[in-house]
Every structure is written in C-alpha cells, then in structure tokens.
C-alpha cells in the first residue's frame, strides 16, 4: 500500500494571516486584531464537526434556527482551525486575572466572531484559488504540454 505524500513545495503556506477590524454591533465597541488560520485538512475538518455537535448540544444542526447555526458553525471553525489571535478574542475571561471572549463565547457582540470566520474562510477559499491553474508536475497536462 502506497502511503500519501505531502503537497509539493509549491503549494503556499497553509497558514494564512489576516487584519481584522470591525465594530460590535450590539455594542458598538471596535474591536481589532492580527489572526492567523491554518488550512483545515481532512483531520481538523472532522474536528470542527465534532465541536459543531459539542456546540449544538445534541441539538441537530438544521433544528437550529440560522443565526445559531451559523454562529456555531463560525465558533467550531475558529475553534479548531485558528493558530493565533489577539488576546481579547483568544482569552477566556472565566479567569478572573484575563479579559477576553473564549472565541467569541462570552461577548454581547455576535457579529464579531461571524466576522472573524468570514474573513478566515474568504482567506482559506483564497489559498485554494491559488492552487488553481497549478498543475501537479506528475499530472498528465504537464506532461502532455513538455511532450
């Protein structure tokens, strides 16, 4: 049995930064910050599954009207496939020592961490543009266009 490679050097870094900036819209506080996400393989798209469910609480998923369900959907993604944020989004403020909003759960303001999944996902859909276009070097349209 042949064992899977990796991607070739080519492909781009599967970590992906992005600037946000956006105003809360029940508060109306600003919040901004630097975040890096990872491209979620097969393995971490199985996890953010599983904390879906852990979110939902055995609800299933389409019972759950459309804001809830994409706030969970938002929240499990952040979960698993976030690297790096600032400390106000990262921080759980259930330590009474730090402030911040254990990815998004703890704040008035539910368009911030949909916000924040929107511009992750719109980068991740980014890196997978960019392979577009990018034959594998063993595929056979390379071939065919040296032969």
Not at 46 to 52: D, M, P, Q, T, W
Not at 133 to 144: I, L, M, N, R
């Amino acid at each position: 049995m042949s064992r899977v490679s990796h991607l070739p050097k080519s492909v781009p870094s599967k970590e992906l930064a992005f600037k946000f900036k956006a105003k809360g819209s029940t508060t109306g506080h600003p919040y901004s910050g630097d975040f890096v996400v990872v491209v979620p393989q097969v393995r971490q798209m199985s996890r953010i599954g599983v904390e879906l469910a852990r979110l939902s609480d055995g609800v299933p998923f389409e019972s759950l009207d459309k804001n809830t369900a994409a706030l969970n959907n938002a929240i499990a993604f952040l979960k698993v496939c976030l690297k790096e944020g600032p400390a106000w989004f990262m921080n759980s403020p259930r330590d009474e020592k730090e402030e911040g909003m254990d990815y998004g759960l703890d704040t008035e303001d539910v368009n911030i961490p949909v916000e924040i999944f929107r511009q992750a996902d719109a980068a991740v859909k980014g890196w997978y543009d960019s392979l577009k276009g990018q034959p594998d070097e063993g595929s056979k349209e390379t071939k065919a266009s040296k032969g």
